[in-house]
Each structure stands twice: as C-alpha cells, then as structure tokens.
C-alpha cells in the first residue's frame, strides 16, 4: 500500500511539473497524504494523518493555510494535534509536515477527501488552492487475521537455508 501511495504522488508530481514550469515566476504546491492505522486497544482505531507539502514552483508561498476537516466529528476524535495549521511561508523547494491524530470505535469503511491547502502570492489579489492527494479508502476496525511473527521469522529463515 505504501509502494502504491509513493507511486501515485510521484506520478502527481510528475504530471504536474509541466503545470509548474508553465506558470513561471510563481509558487507550487504540491501535497501529499498519508494515514497509518493501529489498534492501541481493542475496539479502538487511531488515524496517525500526515500532510507533506513541497513547494516545487519558483517563488515563496506566503500564508500557507492547511486544512484537513474531511473526518466527520460522530466518528472521528481528535486526540492529538489540529486538523488545520497555518505556515508563515514555503520558499521554493521547501518541505513543511503537519501531523494529527485520530481516535474511532465506529467500524466501517472511510474515504477521506483530500486536504485543501490556500496560499497567497504577493503578486495575485486572490488566495490560491491546492489539493492534497486522496487517501485510498480505510476499513476501520475491520477483522484482520492475526499476525504470526514467530511463525512468519521461522518459516523465511527455512527459505533462506534451504530446509523444508
């Protein structure tokens, strides 16, 4: 899953070099998210969410505003950090992170929308839009087999040597 979510932000970002190269004098902004589950108790999903932001155009993005207010509150608490953050400025080839996290009892499938990032450039009245890339859809609380690790070491070590 995580070879498949670098594959597509870098494709986004591939397909969207043309668009930055053209607009000339200007910031890009290019932003990628990201969830990774875990089970802290039973009954119980926490969403560790992080937006990566990259500015791939040529000049300073000021007023970098993120948002990421997609997780409905009948569902989702918030128990660490804020779904939105403000930056005073991403200069050209800059990286910022912003990371939250999310607790769930509701089992169910989730797709989450993309984060919205707005941005003001100095030479344009109106603030500027970016859209992180999506998340693929999560299975919250799903049943997952459990995970062997004694038996799964074991039987790669029976590979590597040989043995049956």
Avoid: C
């Avoid at 043309?18 to 004098?25: K, L, S």
């Avoid at 902004?29 to 992080?50: D, Q």
């Avoid at 918030?78 to 991403?90: C, D, I, W």
């Amino acid at each position: 899953m995580a070879a498949r979510s670098a594959l597509l932000f870098a494709l986004l970002v591939a397909a969207l070099s043309f668009t930055a190269t053209a607009a000339g004098d200007a910031p890009f902004i290019v932003a990628h998210k990201k969830v990774a589950l875990s089970r802290p108790k039973p009954g119980v999903e926490r969403l560790a969410v992080s937006l990566d932001l990259y500015n791939q155009g040529s000049a300073t993005a000021y007023d970098v505003a993120i948002t990421d207010d997609s997780w409905p509150k009948e569902a989702f608490e918030l128990v660490s950090g804020e779904v939105s953050k403000t930056l005073e400025r991403l200069d050209p080839g800059a990286t910022a992170s912003h990371v939250f996290v999310l607790e769930t009892k509701a089992q169910g499938r989730f797709q989450g929308s993309p984060a919205v990032i707005k941005y003001r450039v100095p030479t344009k009245a109106v603030l500027q839009e970016a859209f992180s890339t999506p998340i693929l859809a999560l299975d919250i609380l799903a049943e997952r087999p459990p995970v062997k690790k004694f038996e799964w070491v074991s039987n790669r070590v029976r590979l590597h040597s040989g043995l049956s």
